[in-house]
């Protein structure tokens, strides 16, 4: 299996923007991809999904905000975070393979109210 390291998080002010990426120790293209949320005190969510075909599926809380989209090239996978809120705050992980496959450490965003 792949190993997975997130990078991109920070702090950003409500209505600013931040692109999280996913680098993968090796080949993702037999992978589907996706980014979960864990938000302070609440279970880890799914947000955004990428097929092997590149079909793209979003919770409806960041539906029209956030874009998953992947660099098979690179073994990369990308989370485009528009509009960001508060509630967008927690940690975000990567995911190759569904729930029993591969996460990553994680990483913080931090939307202050």
């Known amino acids: 299996q792949v190993q997975l390291v997130e990078s991109g998080g920070g702090l950003v002010r409500s209505g600013g923007s931040l692109t999280l990426s996913c680098v993968a120790s090796?080949?993702?293209?037999?992978?589907?991809m996706a980014w979960y949320r864990q938000a302070p005190g609440k279970q880890r969510e799914p947000i955004a999904r990428?097929?092997?075909?590149?079909?793209?599926v979003y919770a409806d809380s960041v539906k029209d905000r956030f874009s998953i989209s992947r660099d098979n090239n690179k073994n990369t996978v990308f989370l485009q975070m528009n509009n960001l809120k508060p509630e967008d705050t927690g940690t975000y992980f990567c995911?190759?393979?569904?729930?029993?496959?591969?996460w990553g450490r994680g990483i913080q965003v931090t939307v202050p109210s």
């Open positions: 995911n190759a393979g569904g729930t029993s496959g591969t």
């Open positions: 090796g080949s993702i293209t037999t992978y589907n």
């Open positions: 990428i097929t092997i075909a590149r079909t793209a």
